[in-house]
């Protein structure tokens, strides 16, 4: 199944709890990145990755936490789930910076914490 | 028109007539500009790119313009379908080392009656 998979699809968690996202990607893509998507909005972005063992901040960090310890993987972590983090997740991929800005996009992770 | 929050920006087509989408952009040095295609409970979908050193490129039923003496931007579809039903986002990029790091736009509804 070449593409981008996240799990879990759906999640509730309490405030306070802490939760790890996954993503994952058969596509040997170097860039990796997660937005969120709060409802009538468009996508920020939380963090990104250009490769194995290097990440950096997006516009939206705080609250969160990423690694990338290998090219497949980009788990995003949260921890002291609040109920601002209520939103869509979405992990993108895309190989490299030459070929321009479109990339694949996971189904999403719907989030709410309560 | 502009909106804020949860009021996306909506246009309803009949089935067959042609759409015309707008996204005012707000980054002069922005060097790459994406439309994506978002379905009820999907992530976004690639459909078409353009460079700023171009103001025209067309596809498979669908044209981007780009005019960046106002910094704007519209996609225009063809013969609309009703699977062309979805929430359409702009995104602009900057040059340089920007790693992909895409400005997604809030999104306009298009609604398809057949």
């Known amino acids: 199944n070449a593409g981008v998979t996240q799990t879990p699809k759906f999640r509730i968690l309490k405030i306070g709890q802490s939760m790890t996202l996954q993503c994952a990607q058969d596509?040997?893509?170097?860039?990796m990145y997660w937005y969120r998507q709060d409802p009538g909005m468009g996508l920020k972005l939380i963090y990104y990755?250009?490769?194995?063992?290097?990440?950096d901040k997006g516009e939206v960090p705080n609250g969160y936490n990423v690694s990338r310890s290998t090219t497949e993987d980009f788990p995003l972590r949260l921890e002291l789930a609040a109920p601002s983090q209520t939103s869509v997740y979405f992990c993108?991929?895309?190989?490299?910076?030459?070929?321009?800005?479109?990339?694949?996009f996971g189904a999403g992770t719907r989030l709410s914490v309560l | 028109g502009e909106s804020v929050g949860l009021h996306l920006p909506t246009l309803s087509v009949q089935e067959g007539d042609n759409s015309i989408i707008n996204c005012a952009y707000s980054?002069?040095?922005?060097?790459?500009f994406i439309w994506y295609k978002q379905e009820s409970g999907k992530g976004p979908q690639f459909i078409i790119d353009i460079r700023s050193n171009m103001d025209k490129r067309q596809g498979q039923r669908v044209t981007v313009l780009l005019n960046k003496t106002v910094k704007h931007l519209s996609l225009q579809i063809a013969a609309t379908q009703p699977g062309d039903s979805a929430v359409y986002f702009c995104a602009e990029m900057p040059g340089g080392t920007s790693y992909g790091k895409l400005t997604f736009g809030q999104g306009t509804i298009l609604t398809v009656h057949p």
């Open positions: 990755s250009v490769g194995a063992g290097i990440t």
């Open positions: 980054n002069s040095a922005s060097d790459y």
């Open positions: 596509m040997n893509h170097n860039y």
């Open positions: 993108a991929s895309r190989p490299s910076r030459t070929t321009g800005g479109g990339r694949l």
